[in-house]
């Protein structure tokens, strides 16, 4: 026995180091809005083949998830934010992590199929080829636009809850998908404003390194605008209702005061108070998507019980 | 002879062993609730095996 694997024996993982493989927190987001597009889909499904259903979706994020760790493990060593995950830290070795990432996709796409039909399993096989091989393989490391497209994957599980309820797409899961997308490039960019140093450290081509601070201000106002039109036109869906309307209109004129205060700002004022507009605007962004579609399940609660 | 002093590693050894357990037991029971939904639901209860099952067909001959 060599003195490397004795060292190696000394990092052996626990069951939670696999676990964080996952990325439980994106999971979280990733759960609750495909639960959401599956319920508010107008086919009812047996509680069990809707648990099934997301618990494998659920499955097919975290496996994307240790896929994006074992390809991003050099990034992630040089970011504050991430250097302390299962890869970077010495506790899973990238090879683990690809084994993983690689046997989960499969188990989750076969299990979807089984458990639901083909079109969400397709559906669930494409949202984790785009985003291990289309976000974090090609083009993280080369376009600014990276959050743009990357957050498409981000986008897909209300779709694949939805698909997975009636078997195909319609005008509302699209809606849904498209809120998620337009949400994520100025909620990851106000985090780039204030995570700083990280992404220059790291040399991922952010829109903050490669066309500066103030063009990533104005790319926030910008999508924020954009992302207003979609939050509404959902209210007017089949599965849209009072209680969505009212607070989609709240948030968006929330979020939009939010966007402007951050485009009329540079640089000097907000290294004054420390990036507090940056920083509640990024915190805000969590509560507007979490609202958005707990709204929807509101109002599909109340429409399932006859009050409206 | 036996090793008897257990070592930090030894604990994160357990907890993998351990976590990897409850998965595989709670897959099972995901497949086993699975099964009797769909069947409760009326999905099929056989399938095509390389013989001719009329009863398969959309009209049943």
Known sequence: MTDATITDRDHDAGFGDYFALLKPRVMSLVVFTALVGLLVAPV???????????????????????????????????????????????????????AIGLALSGFSIVMLALATNIAAAGLLAFT???????????????????IVIGGAAGAFPPMIGWVAATGS???????????????????????????????????????????????????????????????????????????????????????????????????????????????????????????????????????????? | MTIKATHELHQRRLSRNVGLAIVLVGFAAVVFGLTIAKIQTGAPMQAFDHAVRPELTETGQ
């Open chain 1, 169 to 308: 797409v319609s005008v509302e899961a699209v809606l849904m998908f498209a809120l998620i997308l337009m949400w994520t490039p100025p909620h990851f960019w106000a985090l780039a404003l204030f995570m700083r140093s990280d992404y220059d450290d790291a040399g991922v081509p952010m829109l903050t390194v490669t066309h500066g601070r103030p063009a990533t201000r104005r790319h926030i106002l910008g999508y924020t605008v954009l992302l207003a039109p979609v939050s509404l036109g959902l209210a007017f869906t089949p599965i849209g209702g009072p209680v969505y309307l009212v607070v989609a209109l709240v948030l968006n004129a929330w979020f939009l005061k939010g966007a402007v205060a951050i485009w009329r700002r540079d640089e000097g004022m907000a290294e004054a108070d420390k990036y507090r507009a940056e920083k509640d605007f990024f915190r805000f962004s969590l509560y507007y998507l979490f609202l958005h579609f707990g709204a929807l399940l509101i109002d599909h609660t109340l429409l399932m019980t006859g009050v409206i």
């Open chain 1, 44 to 98: 009812g499904v047996h509680p069990m083949v809707g648990f099934a259903a997301i618990l494998f979706i659920a499955v097919g994020a975290g496996a994307s998830g240790a896929l994006n760790m074992w390809w991003d493990a050099d990034i992630d060593a040089v970011m504050r934010r991430t250097s302390k995950r299962p890869v970077p830290s010495g506790r899973v070795t990238g090879e683990e992590a690809l």
């Open chain 1, 128 to 146: 984790i080829f785009f985003y291990a091989v289309v976000y974090t393989m090609w083009l993280k490391r080369w376009t600014p636009q990276n």
